[in-house]
Structures are given as structure tokens and as C-alpha cells.
């Protein structure tokens, strides 16, 4: 659980002696009716109620305290705090009049029209139109999240800049965090017919390959590394392969845009990749977001699947030059992926260094919550940002010309709504008739069979795209064969491997004869000679 603070410690502390003091009073006045029933006449009845009395004073002496420390924030004189004399919002202004828009960006993260939409956005939520002693501007609310989340500062230090309570930065960041989470299916959405066509025209240019095209989107996975060591006894799963702590995460997202549409958060550290994709709606239901022959890129961590096009092994890669060629190209195009996580993680400074003390459950969902916003928002940020300014936020090769879709698909037209309303009814069709037939595998084979299966549908999809890399490139095969390539060999490891085969089964060809022509003698009756 949550550690709690002093005062919250000194409140139970006085609740609980206040409940004793009451029943205490209880049985005094209990024990003064009983005696007054024994001995009418007594000449110690009125001590006792003068006694009863003073408890009963003292009791409601001691409610009376526990009220106003309830309705008082504070209790003693407090020493003046320091602060700036113009708040962060006031700063942001003074900025945009200024047209210092690198200054505005740099404070929260995101272009000046982004953050006015934003704005409007949480308008329309009930916790930020109406809060005690008069709400504050939900530009200045908007602005101290921002600042917390994308500088990854402590509480103190966020308040200092912002000339706010520290009190007000954790609220404000709690409503923000609330806030996003509860629309996160509107601003995280699957990506839309036209956006996927942009997607697999970027990529067959990209390529040079037509049939590279059907995959138009890229998955990875990335850790948040947590900034300090979770408590409950529980840590070990945090620890990833790294030796640090985090959580583990998987973001799907498009090439053109970086635009993030499915992700995966939750999953502790210690979690696989191939694990925290089997957690996605993407491996649950792959006809609900891919269609026939679609396909998604993926590096070395994730499955064979028959939705999922992965490298070769990098041992395989070392020893062929016709493999090589192909992870080259591969990588070419599934780079995007990290470009998107480097993109989110250099504009939210909170996902390289995840504060918050993860003590229980509770506080792990809160972590988690916080990483799905700084998703949501950064969808919506998106729309306004221009590649040329990506070194605000990543230096590492994304102040490239990308040629980003700037346009406002958390706001679709009457066409593009209706196109993709009609894509997820064909989609959903298409899901229905894949899960009957899953079942039906299910009753008929065996799971270690079923795998087998999804393995070599995968190296098939993989065969797929690297016949057809080379064919359009002309490419000439140089140490593999299909067949090579579908066990990740080369053409001379392949045929060691097929002598190594045929000797085995002539192996196993001799011990039957011998087994059967044991079982033979032995059931052969006894001759003369045995006798």
C-alpha cells in the first residue's frame, strides 16, 4: 500500500482515540443508570454524573478538533514559500505574443495549436469545470502536466517553476492522466483506410518492392525504466534484461506519420517480447485489424506467425550474404518503429525515467496510466508537429525530411468515417470465420502441432518477401536455396544437414529390421535342435 503521510497518520491516530474516549462514555453512563436503579437514594450519584459529564465534554472536545483538521489543510504557522511571481501559463503566453515558439515548446512538449486543442478537449470534462474555491484555468492545469510529464522533474522542482502548490502539480497531473485515459480509444485509434494506403505507398517506394507493400505497419517493443526500485516484495519481476527496472511495452505504428495505433502496457520487465505481443488485440484477433495477405514488420524478439514478418537469425545473417541482403532491407523498412519510440520517449521525458514509488498494485495501474496519456496526447501532438523541429525532441536521426501525413485524422471527414465504419464490418466478418476455424484446429490437432503450423506459415510469408526482394531488384542467389533459407542455412549447411538426415534415418531403418526380426525369433516355435 501507499505510504502515508503524518498527517494523515496524526488524523487516524486522534479518530481512533476519539472512538475509545466515546466508548468509554458509553459505560460510564451505562454503569451511572444501573447504580442509580440499585441505589435511588445514593449520595455518590451525582459525582458519577458530574464524571459521565466532564468524558462527555472531552469527547466532543476532541470531535470538534477532528473536524477542523479535516477542513484545514494546515494546522500551524506556515514560513512563506517562494514563488515565481508569474505563473507557468503566464510565461507560455507571454512566449506565443513573443513569437518564441521554441521557448513554448520546449515548456510543453507540443506545438502552440496542439495545445490549445488539448485544452479544448478537457473543457469538456467534469473535473475541470468546477473545483472548490473556484477552478484554476485548465490552460494552467494543462501546462503544469505537460511540464511534469515531458521534464520528468520532481514535484517540488515542477512547483517551483510553475508558481503552484505542490499539492496542485500532483492533482493536476491525476485529472490530466484521468483524463486522457478515459478517451484514449478516440485518440489512439486503429489506423483509417487512407491512412493505410499512404503507409503502403511509403513503403513500396521505400523498398522498391510491390509486394512489400501488404505490410504497412511496424511493431517493437520498449521498456520505461522505472526511477527507483519497487517495494512489496515483487521487484524481481521488474527486472528486464538489462538488470534495471521497468516495464515492458509494444507500440504498433504507422511509417508515414509515426502515429501510434495499438500498444501494449503493463507487462513487467522481466516479460518477452513474444509474451507482451501475445497480450495484444493484434495476436488475439488478427483479422479484426489486418486484412488477406497483410502483414506487420517485426524484429528478432517477436513469433512466426503468418501476420508477422521477422529477420533472419543473426548467426544466419554472419554465414550468408543472400540472408544478409535481406535483413539489410528488412531493417530498412521496420526502423520506423524505433523512430516512434524515440519520438514519444524524446518529447515525454517521464517514459526514460518513470517516477513514482511502485509499492502496490494500485500504484503499478497508476504508472501504467500515466504512460497510456503521454500515448494519447502525443497522437494528438502529432498533427501539429513539423519534421523539421523533431531534434527538439530526438537528436538521434529524426530531423530528416520524413514526409509526415500532418492531417487531422483525430477529426475524420463524413467519407473517411463512413470507409472505415464499412472496413470493421468486413474486418469483423473476417474474424468470425478465422476464430470458427481456429476452434475447429483446436478440437482436431494438438497444440504442439498448431504451433508447428503457425511456425511454418511464417518462414512461408518470410520466403515470400525475400523471392520477391530479389526478383525486383535482380538480385542474384548466391549461397541459399528456398529450402535453405526456410531452415535459416545456406546451401552447403543445408546439404550437411540433409546427409546427417539420410544417415539417421537409415539408422532408425536398421534398428526396426533388428527390432522386427527379433519379435520374429521370438515368436517362432522351437525347433528339433532346441529341444
Not at 135 to 147: C, G, K, S
Not at 149 to 174: D, F, K, M
Not at 432 to 438: E, K, L, Q, Y
Amino acid at each position: 500500500m501507499p505510504r502515508k503521510t503524518a498527517r494523515e497518520r496524526a488524523l487516524e491516530d486522534l479518530e481512533a482515540l476519539c472512538l475509545s474516549r466515546v466508548s468509554s462514555v458509553l459505560q460510564e453512563a451505562e454503569n451511572t443508570t444501573t447504580l442509580a436503579l440499585q441505589e435511588s437514594s445514593g449520595s455518590f450519584l451525582p459525582l458519577l454524573a458530574d464524571s459521565a459529564a466532564d468524558s462527555a465534554q472531552l469527547v466532543l472536545s476532541g470531535l470538534d478538533a477532528l473536524d477542523v483538521a479535516r477542513r484545514q489543510r494546515y494546522l500551524i504557522q506556515r514560513n512563506p514559500v517562494w514563488r515565481p511571481s508569474d505563473s507557468l501559463w503566464d510565461r507560455l503566453q507571454g512566449y506565443k505574443a513573443a513569437q518564441a515558439f521554441v521557448r513554448f515548446r520546449s515548456a510543453v512538449r507540443m506545438e502552440v495549436g496542439a495545445f490549445h486543442a488539448l485544452a479544448s478537449v478537457l473543457k469538456a470534462f467534469p473535473t475541470y469545470q468546477q473545483s472548490r474555491g473556484g477552478p484554476a484555468a485548465v490552460e494552467l492545469q494543462l501546462a503544469v502536466a505537460l511540464y511534469r510529464l515531458g521534464h520528468s522533474l520532481s514535484v517540488p522542482e515542477i512547483s517551483a517553476h510553475a508558481g503552484c502548490a505542490q499539492g496542485s502539480v500532483v492533482n493536476y497531473t491525476r485529472k490530466f492522466v484521468e483524463a486522457l485515459c478515459s478517451i484514449e480509444e478516440d485518440l489512439i485509434p486503429w489506423a483509417s483506410e487512407e491512412e493505410k494506403r499512404e503507409a503502403q505507398d511509403w513503403v513500396e517506394i521505400q523498398s522498391g518492392v510491390k509486394e512489400w507493400r501488404n505490410g504497412w505497419c511496424m511493431v517493437d517493443g520498449s521498456h520505461i525504466p522505472l526511477a527507483w526500485r519497487p517495494g512489496s516484495g515483487y521487484d524481481d519481476d521488474f527486472i528486464n534484461r538489462k538488470g534495471t527496472f521497468s516495464l515492458n511495452t509494444q507500440f504498433v505504428c504507422l511509417p508515414t506519420s509515426l502515429r501510434i495505433i495499438s500498444y501494449v502496457v503493463g507487462p513487467r520487465g522481466r516479460v518477452a517480447d513474444s509474451t507482451v505481443y501475445a497480450e495484444s488485440p493484434i495476436a488475439r484477433a488478427p483479422s479484426l485489424y489486418l486484412q488477406r495477405n497483410e502483414f506487420i514488420w517485426a524484429d528478432l524478439g517477436y513469433p512466426l506467425s503468418r501476420h508477422i514478418v521477422k529477420p533472419y537469425g543473426h548467426g544466419a545473417s554472419q554465414r550468408s550474404k543472400d540472408i544478409r541482403k535481406f535483413n539489410y532491407w528488412h531493417s530498412h523498412v521496420r526502423i520506423r518503429a524505433e523512430h516512434a519510440i524515440a519520438f514519444i520517449k524524446g518529447r515525454f521525458g517521464c517514459l526514460r525515467a518513470l517516477r513514482g514509488f511502485v509499492s502496490s498494485e494500485a500504484m503499478e495501474m497508476r504508472a501504467q496510466d500515466v504512460v497510456v496519456a503521454c500515448i494519447a496526447a502525443h497522437n494528438l501532438a502529432m498533427s501539429w508537429d513539423d519534421a523539421a523541429r523533431y531534434s527538439l525532441y530526438v537528436e538521434d536521426g529524426l530531423g530528416e525530411k520524413l514526409g509526415l501525413d500532418l492531417s487531422n485524422w483525430w477529426q475524420p471527414s463524413p467519407e473517411r468515417r463512413r470507409e472505415q465504419q464499412n472496413a470493421w464490418l468486413r474486418r469483423e466478418a473476417a474474424e468470425d470465420r478465422r476464430r470458427r476455424r481456429a476452434e475447429e484446429r483446436e478440437r482436431t490437432f494438438s497444440q504442439r502441432r498448431i504451433d508447428k503450423r503457425r511456425r511454418h506459415g511464417g518462414r512461408k510469408l518470410r520466403e515470400r518477401m525475400h523471392m520477391a526482394l530479389f526478383v525486383c531488384h535482380g538480385f542474384d542467389w548466391r549461397d541459399t536455396t528456398r529450402a535453405s533459407r526456410m531452415k535459416e542455412m545456406t546451401k552447403k549447411e543445408y546439404e550437411v544437414y540433409l546427409a546427417k538426415q539420410e544417415k539417421a534415418a537409415r539408422k532408425r531403418a536398421r534398428d526396426a529390421r533388428r527390432r522386427q526380426a527379433a519379435r520374429a525369433a521370438a515368436r517362432a516355435p522351437p525347433t528339433s535342435s532346441d529341444r
